[in-house]
């Protein structure tokens, strides 16, 4: 089994395609050991080359564009060399190699700092078929980043327009093609290009390279039994799609669109062939089974967050949910006192009165410096930070997901001491530092799990704190025996009568009538500008340089949900004892 990965690579590279080559440690040797002759696949991808070898104990080896002072064919010094008689070699010479995955164990990646010089001979293929495109990205990762992805643009888009979808893969011979068009399906910090094809019975999935554990992802229409249009980096362009699977299970994929109405012509094209999408009634009626009890706070929430185009598949939009406890010292949880509970009516940064009007007056401070005046302004935002983005998710989901925190932090976990230790000590944090006003993960609610994110399972080296302890579990409230003890009563928590009569006041804030306007500034609720859709339109900005670091901070910095009520939500009529939802 291969173990590369897209995450090994930066957020939004692209892998190309791979070859099949033997690594030659010694390739002047006139008699090699077998050890200095490793076998592996080549990756090429549009900043960087990886070696993977085909021993799983062995490190993988990343040479990042940017460092290689040379790539070119390579012949020995000496016809006596064992390599003397081959035609396909390739070097690449560079001044950091990164490994990665040595003994196959997930660990921070190791930046040698030396000029290295590599060399690999092809086993199938003519080193001419690699060598021109690495030559060419190579050339592109010289110029500055807008350039640079301008000229891999190109590239990439001259190899995909070479490419059609392989009908070889449809699963009825026949079947009509409705539509074809090119999309990327996403995952948490992965964008994988490929072809999109909608047929009468089927909508296929075929990405550009072989990443993927299948060629071909197909799902029956049949089977779809949710399809929803997303938000992607604030644009209209993605479609999330649920159905279930021909082994049986709930699946999703998620495509994004980036040609302007490709994702509505899909959408379109696929209700008109029987698909069934939401429903305004359908929202309404989920309000109402909420209201009277028949559906969990958890579920509702989690139906909220789906209607706000918050998805999984998606760190920079992830579903968001509140923190409902306040209380993380006492010996046991009284979830019949109401101090022991958070103020939903508030957002996190309205919590501490004393912060609160500390960071009023930076924000006037800050008007008076740049000569803004009035709410409007682009400089009157209360909050430096988001309540959720892809780095406070992977705080909360290190331990989870540790290949997705060194995707994010090139190749890096954080510091030790910065790191989700405590929960006692994060809800201080929020409730008291300058800059830290994030809410919670839905984890943090799912009995089904049972808080398996809280523990350090995979028993990860995430180094050593100042106090000399070792990064492990997260320490957590006396109150709780264990992980899943924790979560059960967070879920109690959740569903107990103080929060349900209270949660459409949160729900206001994140999803309703003062999650943005008038109503955030009366709430004090206002984030930075380029975190609200409308914020900036990135379609009319004609500076590459401006609109590259714009993308990027949209990205990285986190983005309000789309506001789902416009007025007042209601309030929860009645709830059935939370112990019921608590199991379900």
Same mark, same amino acid.
């Given at each position: 089994?291969?173990?590369?990965?897209?995450?090994?690579?930066?957020?939004?590279?692209?892998?190309?395609?791979?070859?099949?080559?033997?690594?030659?440690?010694?390739?002047?040797?006139?008699?090699?050991?077998?050890?200095?002759?490793?076998?592996? #696949?080549?990756?090429?991808?549009?900043?960087?080359?990886?070696?993977?070898?085909?021993?799983?104990?062995?490190?993988?080896?990343?040479?990042?564009?940017?460092?290689?002072?040379?790539?070119?064919?390579?012949?020995?010094?000496?016809?006596?060399?064992?390599?003397?008689?081959?035609?396909?070699?390739?070097?690449?010479?560079?001044?950091?190699?990164?490994?990665?995955?040595?003994?196959?164990?997930?660990?921070?990646?190791?930046?040698?700092?030396?000029?290295?010089?590599?060399?690999?001979?092809?086993?199938?293929?003519?080193?001419?078929?690699?060598?021109?495109?690495?030559?060419?990205?190579?050339?592109?990762?010289?110029?500055?980043?807008?350039?640079?992805?301008?000229?891999?643009?190109?590239?990439?888009?001259?190899?995909?327009?070479?490419?059609?979808?392989?009908?070889?893969?449809?699963?009825?011979?026949?079947?009509?093609?409705?539509?074809?068009?090119?999309?990327?399906?996403?995952?948490?910090?992965?964008?994988?290009?490929?072809?999109?094809?909608?047929? *009468?019975?089927?909508?296929?999935?075929?990405?550009? *390279?072989?990443?993927?554990?299948?060629?071909?992802?197909?799902?029956?229409?049949?089977?779809?039994?949710?399809?929803?249009?997303?938000?992607?980096?604030?644009?209209?362009?993605?479609?999330?799609?649920?159905?279930?699977?021909?082994?049986?299970?709930? #699946?999703?994929?998620?495509?994004?669109?980036?040609?302007?109405?490709?994702?509505?012509?899909?959408?379109?094209?696929?209700?008109?062939?029987?698909?069934?999408?939401?429903?305004?009634?359908?929202?309404?009626?989920?309000?109402?089974?909420?209201?009277?009890?028949?559906?969990?706070?958890?579920?509702?929430?989690?139906?909220?967050?789906?209607?706000?185009?918050?998805?999984?598949?998606?760190?920079?939009?992830?579903?968001?949910?509140?923190?409902?406890?306040?209380?993380?010292?006492?010996?046991?949880?009284?979830?019949?006192?109401?101090?022991?509970?958070?103020?939903?009516?508030?957002?996190?940064?309205?919590?501490?009165?004393?912060?609160?009007?500390?960071?009023?007056?930076?924000?006037?401070?800050?008007?008076?410096?740049?000569?803004?005046?009035?709410?409007?302004?682009?400089?009157?935002?209360?909050?430096?930070?988001?309540?959720?983005?892809?780095?406070?998710?992977?705080?909360?989901?290190? #331990?989870?997901?540790?290949?997705?925190?060194?995707?994010?932090?090139?190749?890096?976990?954080?510091?030790?001491?910065?790191?989700?230790?405590?929960?006692?000590?994060?809800?201080?944090?929020?409730?008291?530092?300058?800059?830290?006003?994030?809410?919670?993960?839905?984890?943090?609610?799912?009995?089904?799990?049972?808080?398996?994110?809280?523990?350090?399972?995979?028993?990860?080296?995430?180094?050593?704190?100042?106090?000399?302890?070792?990064?492990?579990?997260?320490?957590?409230?006396?109150?709780?025996?264990?992980? #899943?003890?924790?979560?059960?009563?967070?879920?109690?928590?959740?569903?107990?009568?103080?929060?349900?009569? *209270?949660?459409?006041?949160?729900?206001?804030?994140?999803?309703?009538?003062?999650?943005?306007?008038?109503?955030?500034?009366?709430?004090?609720?206002?984030?930075?500008?380029?975190?609200?859709?409308?914020?900036?339109?990135?379609?009319?900005?004609?500076?590459? *340089?401006?609109?590259?670091?714009?993308?990027?901070?949209?990205?990285?910095?986190?983005?309000?949900?789309?506001?789902?009520?416009?007025?007042?939500?209601?309030?929860?009529?009645?709830?059935?004892?939370?112990?019921?939802?608590?199991?379900?």
């Amino acid at each position: 089994m291969d173990r590369f990965s897209l995450l090994l690579l930066e957020p939004g590279e692209i892998y190309f395609e791979d070859f099949k080559v033997v690594y030659h440690s010694k390739p002047e040797d006139r008699v090699p050991a077998v050890h200095n002759e490793v076998p592996g #696949r080549l990756k090429v991808c549009s900043k960087s080359i990886v070696f993977v070898p085909q021993n799983h104990t062995l490190p993988m080896l990343k040479f990042p564009l940017p460092d290689c002072e040379e790539i070119d064919e390579w012949s020995p010094r000496s016809f006596q060399s064992a390599l003397a008689s081959k035609r396909e070699l390739m070097f690449v010479s560079c001044r950091q190699t990164v490994e990665m995955l040595r003994q196959n164990i997930i660990a921070p990646f190791k930046f040698r700092r030396s000029v290295d010089k590599f060399v690999f001979s092809f086993t199938y293929r003519r080193v001419g078929e690699c060598l021109g495109q690495v030559q060419q990205l190579h050339r592109a990762s010289s110029l500055p980043p807008v350039e640079q992805a301008g000229m891999v643009a190109a590239i990439n888009y001259s190899r995909q327009s070479r490419l059609s979808f392989d009908t070889c893969w449809l699963e009825n011979i026949g079947e009509k093609i409705v539509l074809e068009t090119v999309g990327n399906r996403v995952t948490p910090l992965v964008l994988n290009p490929g072809r999109v094809l909608l047929t *009468n019975e089927r909508l296929y999935f075929q990405p550009y *390279n072989n990443v993927e554990m299948e060629p071909v992802t197909k799902v029956r229409l049949a089977s779809i039994s949710g399809l929803h249009c997303r938000r992607f980096l604030l644009r209209p362009q993605g479609l999330e799609i649920e159905y279930s699977a021909d082994k049986g299970g709930r #699946r999703h994929i998620y495509l994004s669109l980036g040609r302007q109405g490709d994702r509505d012509k899909l959408h379109q094209a696929m209700l008109e062939q029987g698909v069934i999408a939401r429903s305004e009634e359908g929202v309404e009626c989920m309000t109402l089974q909420w209201q009277h009890g028949i559906v969990s706070n958890y579920d509702y929430l989690l139906h909220l967050n789906s209607l706000a185009d918050r998805s999984f598949n998606d760190l920079t939009q992830y579903p968001v949910f509140p923190w409902v406890v306040a209380d993380y010292t006492s010996p046991t949880l009284n979830l019949d006192e109401e101090e022991t509970f958070r103020d939903l009516s508030k957002p996190v940064g309205a919590l501490n009165k004393e912060r609160l009007e500390s960071l009023k007056i930076r924000r006037e401070e800050m008007a008076l410096a740049t000569g803004v005046e009035g709410a409007g302004g682009g400089a009157r935002y209360l909050y430096g930070s988001h309540y959720s983005c892809p780095g406070f998710i992977l705080y909360y989901l290190v #331990r989870r997901d540790p290949q997705l925190m060194l995707c994010l932090q090139n190749g890096r976990f954080d510091h030790p001491d910065r790191m989700f230790n405590s929960l006692q000590q994060t809800w201080r944090n929020v409730t008291t530092n300058q800059s830290d006003f994030k809410e919670l993960v839905p984890e943090f609610y799912n009995t089904e799990e049972g808080g398996e994110f809280l523990s350090n399972s995979m028993e990860i080296d995430f180094g050593v704190r100042h106090t000399g302890d070792r990064v492990g579990d997260v320490a957590l409230p006396p109150w709780a025996k264990n992980s #899943r003890d924790l979560v059960d009563k967070l879920r109690l928590a959740l569903e107990s009568p103080t929060v349900s009569k *209270n949660l459409h006041l949160w729900i206001d804030l994140i999803f309703g009538c003062k999650n943005s306007g008038e109503g955030a500034e009366l709430a004090d609720n206002v984030f930075y500008p380029l975190c609200y859709e409308g914020g900036v339109d990135l379609d009319k900005i004609g500076d590459p *340089n401006e609109r590259y670091a714009l993308e990027v901070q949209i990205s990285e910095f986190g983005q309000v949900p789309k506001q789902v009520f416009r007025c007042g939500h209601p309030m929860r009529y009645t709830a059935l004892p939370p112990q019921v939802h608590a199991r379900a």
